[in-house]
């Protein structure tokens, strides 16, 4: 005999097991495509690999620029193997040194992260993308799951070399800014040590005094003066005084060190100079002619 009551017990117990089995298949499903549109959302270039170098998976941010960048679909395809790519980079003979070193870098890297002897890898190289450089930071992580594999993202770091370039560039503007402002404003103090003490030509020699009437003598001229004498006798000191006595004395004295300069040069330094314009990035290449500007010599 069949208890009524027992039957009804165990139907009901039935359909809240099969209730429950759906329910979190359900869940599993609604998981699976909340972790699945969170990772084909991200804008890094993501993989997922075995503990054999396979790919498990690529979010769509990657395949894209795979296809944009023309090319072939397997290589970032699940079951291709990564470490193949990064070995028949390093074999191949059209690889640049640069390649070779960074494919053998990325390589190494990975490897080091499965075996434990990194917890992590990140290495800066850059990539040909449609005939324009681009940079990229890749990023590799150990896989936090049952199954041993690594999680490799790389991510589009081209607009921070830009700006670090700039900045390098800036920088070095400034550095030239400041060596010119420095000779500059040392240039000023000798000229105002010059103004304020003009009288520092001391002695009571015939041949001094000699030196000094010819200097007052040229100073209302304006005749070219030459003044011969050795090292250490005071020329820039006649010099000064020729200039503090004559019609100029009101501006700037511009002091040359010809001795510093070369045969090739010391003529345009004196009377013309040209120089050559560079173009944005401060380089001259060589498909592009030079602009060339003229610039007043010192004796102009």
């Given at each position: 005999?069949?208890?009524?009551?027992?039957?009804?017990?165990?139907?009901?117990?039935?359909?809240?097991?099969?209730?429950?089995e759906?329910?979190?298949?359900?869940?599993d499903?609604?998981?699976?495509e909340?972790?699945?549109?969170?990772?084909?959302?991200v804008?890094?270039?993501?993989?997922i690999?075995d503990e054999s170098?396979?790919?498990?998976e690529?979010?769509?941010?990657?395949?894209?620029?795979?296809?944009?960048?023309?090319?072939?679909?397997?290589a970032?395809?699940?079951?291709?193997?990564?470490f193949?790519?990064?070995?028949?980079?390093?074999?191949?003979?059209?690889?640049?040194?640069?390649?070779?070193?960074?494919?053998?870098?990325?390589?190494?890297?990975?490897?080091?992260?499965?075996?434990g002897?990194?917890e992590?890898?990140?290495?800066?190289y850059?990539?040909?993308?449609?005939?324009?450089?681009?940079?990229?930071?890749?990023?590799?992580?150990?896989l936090?799951?049952?199954?041993?594999?690594?999680?490799v993202?790389?991510?589009?770091?081209s607009?921070?070399?830009?700006?670090?370039?700039?900045l390098?560039?800036?920088?070095?503007?400034?550095?030239?800014f400041?060596?010119q402002?420095?000779?500059?404003?040392?240039?000023l103090?000798?000229?105002?040590?010059?103004?304020?003490?003009?009288?520092?030509?001391?002695?009571?020699?015939?041949a001094l005094?000699?030196?000094?009437?010819?200097?007052?003598?040229v100073?209302?001229?304006?005749?070219?003066?030459?003044?011969?004498g050795?090292t250490?006798t005071?020329?820039?000191?006649?010099?000064?005084a020729?200039?503090?006595?004559?019609?100029?004395?009101g501006?700037?004295m511009?002091?040359?060190?010809?001795?510093?300069?070369?045969?090739?040069?010391?003529?345009s330094e004196?009377?013309?100079?040209?120089?050559l314009?560079?173009?944005s990035?401060?380089?001259?290449?060589?498909?592009?002619?030079?602009?060339r500007?003229?610039?007043m010599?010192?004796?102009?």
């Amino acid at each position: 005999m069949f208890d009524k009551n027992s039957i009804a017990t165990d139907i009901v117990g039935l359909d809240l097991n099969k209730q429950k089995e759906e329910s979190e298949q359900l869940e599993d499903n609604s998981g699976y495509e909340f972790c699945s549109a969170v990772f084909n959302s991200v804008k890094d270039h993501i993989s997922i690999l075995d503990e054999s170098g396979n790919i498990l998976e690529t979010n769509d941010t990657w395949k894209k620029f795979a296809e944009n960048a023309n090319a072939k679909p397997e290589a970032v395809n699940a079951g291709t193997n990564y470490f193949t790519i990064c070995h028949n980079a390093i074999s191949n003979p059209r690889s640049t040194d640069k390649e070779v070193n960074d494919a053998q870098k990325a390589l190494e890297g990975m490897q080091k992260v499965l075996t434990g002897g990194l917890e992590s890898f990140s290495c800066i190289y850059p990539c040909d993308f449609n005939g324009r450089q681009r940079w990229f930071e890749m990023h590799v992580v150990l896989l936090q799951s049952k199954q041993k594999g690594l999680v490799v993202i790389h991510r589009d770091i081209s607009k921070r070399i830009e700006l670090e370039r700039q900045l390098i560039k800036k920088t070095q503007q400034l550095r030239r800014f400041k060596k010119q402002l420095e000779a500059e404003n040392s240039y000023l103090i000798r000229d105002r040590e010059r103004r304020k003490d003009p009288d520092k030509i001391i002695g009571e020699s015939d041949a001094l005094k000699y030196v000094l009437f010819r200097v007052a003598d040229v100073a209302s001229t304006d005749a070219n003066v030459l003044i011969m004498g050795e090292t250490g006798t005071g020329k820039e000191l006649i010099a000064s005084a020729v200039h503090q006595a004559s019609k100029r004395s009101g501006r700037p004295m511009v002091v040359l060190n010809c001795a510093a300069l070369s045969e090739n040069i010391i003529e345009s330094e004196l009377f013309q100079k040209t120089l050559l314009k560079v173009n944005s990035s401060g380089m001259l290449k060589g498909h592009i002619p030079a602009q060339r500007k003229p610039m007043m010599g010192a004796l102009r």
